[in-house]
């Protein structure tokens, strides 16, 4: 089960970090990705990491998205800086490195991030 959390309402600029859990034994050997869904749109991805750790981000958040993930604590990060409205959207992580979130059966529960201006 995916569970994500740490969204809030943040003014432009703003900085904040999102938790995802995704409990069980194979996390360390599986890629996770992150995706988000703005209001009235399509989900799209963010970006991923791998599990040897090498990490890809949409355009649109390189070099303002940072993901993380620590296979102790089964859980991957997103650490996101300098937010700006556009960024406004509910998060979600999955299992695997899609850039295609139409391919993903099952969705955890996500956190709403909101960015105001």
């Known amino acids: 089960q995916l569970q994500a959390s740490g969204g809030g309402t943040v003014q432009a600029g703003g900085s904040l970090r999102l938790s995802c859990a995704a409990p069980?034994?194979?996390?360390?050997?599986?890629?996770m990705g992150w995706y988000r869904q703005a209001p009235g749109k399509q989900r799209e991805w963010v970006g991923t990491?791998?599990?040897?750790?090498?990490?890809d981000y949409a355009d649109s958040v390189k070099g303002r998205f940072t993901i993380s993930r620590d296979n102790v604590r089964t859980t991957v990060y997103l650490q996101m800086n300098n937010l700006k409205p556009e960024d406004t959207a509910v998060y979600y992580c999955?299992?695997?490195?899609?850039?295609?979130?139409?391919?993903?059966?099952?969705w955890g529960q996500g956190t709403l991030v909101t960015v105001s201006s």
């Open positions: 990491i791998t599990s040897d750790g090498r990490i």
């Open positions: 069980g034994s194979t996390f360390s050997f599986i890629g």
């Open positions: 999955n299992r695997g490195e899609t850039r295609l979130p139409g391919r993903l059966a099952y």
